[in-house]
């Protein structure tokens, strides 16, 4: 990765870290609207599990 590359990779840190945040929420409140009991951090591992699948296959 060229010195550019890890600049500007730099520079969007936070907002690659806030995405995944508000991704993560996103599909915590499907299932918590799905599943009123759902347990709030077996669930978030979950959803990070799948994320984990989906960024393995890209």
């Known amino acids: ?8 990779i730099a520079k969007l840190h936070s907002q ?8 993560v929420d996103k599909y915590l409140r499907i299932m918590e609207w799905e599943v009123p009991e759902t ?3 077996a669930a ?12 393995e296959t890209l």
Do not use: N, P, Y
């Not at 060229?2 to 600049?7: F, N, R, V």
């Not at 870290?17 to 991704?23: G, M």
């Open 44 to 55: 978030r591992a979950m959803i990070l599990e799948q994320i984990k699948v989906t960024l």
């Open 1 to 8: 990765m060229s010195d550019i590359q890890q600049a500007e």
């Open 16 to 23: 690659i870290t806030q995405d995944v945040h508000k991704l």
């Open 39 to 41: 347990d709030e951090a």
